[in-house]
């Protein structure tokens, strides 16, 4: 992979398989992509665009480096229809899945004689392209993320254990899918009593300078001291949602982690101090160490 005409084969002619192809081609490298619809694939690509391998196996066998491209569910798949042509192959894994489906894949890829490395995205494609940046782990990490920053791709070499950025990803994953349902609870609550951009407004004024994460740390650190108090607005906050027949399991569980913080003496510094406080209850088999 290190020569600059070396062949890049993307598996998923999506929204992220597009965007790096285009890169990669950008870049020097011959891009031979595939898709579920391989015909159809063909008929809509122009003489500029890359051609289409015959089969999986075809373009596992003759890429030097092959980028997976496609949804969570097909992930493990994919790579169980590309492995006998992956024998000294680079395999790498660009999808949504977590540590458990990475380990399967690795086990898929190397059983058939190929490397594999896991790269998470950790920004959105349809905003940034092939700028999105992409955390890279596996063996030789350094040099691969060498070429593949060399052809354009925003690498951020992340170690050798490929569970590493499978982990990163879901978290991150936690905060901006599951902002979506905290969301959709509270604004159809806002919307039974015709508040709903009233609501939005005042989320906005009070994230106003600061970041998601600044507010996470600042206030899991400030629930120590203020648990019991919110604990009781949080009361006050469901018996809304439910007076409105809105379900919010989002507002359940966050009075969860309050009538926790809110039992319990608490002396804590920084958010992972009220992290270690909370992890025997809501992890109840973690092993805590001195």
């Not at 081609?25 to 003489?47: F, I, K, Q, S, W």
């Not at 680079?90 to 899945?97: A, G, M, P, Q, R």
């Not at 950790?122 to 063996?139: F, I, K, Q, Y």
């Not at 990163?168 to 709903?196: D, H, N, P, W």
Request: charged share 25%; aromatic share 6%.
């Amino acid at each position: 992979m290190s020569e600059p005409n070396a062949t890049v084969g993307i598996v998923g002619y999506g929204e992220v398989g597009r965007a790096f192809a285009s890169r990669l081609h950008e870049g020097g490298h011959d891009v031979v992509v595939l898709n579920r619809t391989p015909d159809d694939l063909r008929a809509r690509l122009g003489a500029d665009d890359p051609r289409v391998a015959a089969s999986f196996v075809d373009l596992a066998a003759e890429s030097d480096l092959v980028l997976s491209c496609v949804w969570p569910q097909t992930a493990a798949p994919v790579a169980e229809n590309l492995a006998t042509g992956l024998a000294e192959t680079t395999y790498v894994d660009l999808n949504s899945i977590g540590p458990e489906t990475t380990r399967m894949i690795d086990r898929t890829v190397t059983d058939a004689g190929g490397t594999f490395l896991k790269g998470a995205i950790m920004d959105s494609v349809a905003v940034n392209g092939a700028d999105a940046p992409v955390s890279l782990a596996g063996p030789d990490v350094e040099a691969y993320a060498t070429v593949l920053s060399d052809a354009g791709l925003s690498i951020r070499p992340f170690g050798t254990d490929v569970e590493r950025p499978a982990a990163l990803k879901m978290c991150r994953s936690m905060v901006t899918k599951g902002i979506m349902a905290l969301f959709v609870e509270t604004l159809l609550t806002a919307q039974r009593y015709e508040l709903a951009e009233d609501v939005l407004e005042s989320v906005d004024d009070s994230f106003d300078g600061t970041t998601p994460a600044a507010f996470a740390r600042y206030f899991l650190v400030d629930m120590a001291s203020n648990a019991a108090r919110r604990r009781n607005e949080l009361r006050e906050v469901l018996a809304t949602a439910r007076d409105a027949r809105v379900d919010a399991p989002m507002t359940e569980h966050t009075l969860a982690v309050h009538e926790e913080a809110a039992d319990r003496p608490l002396d804590v510094e920084t958010y992972t101090d009220m992290l270690a406080a909370l992890e025997s209850v809501f992890v109840p088999d973690a092993t805590t160490t001195e």
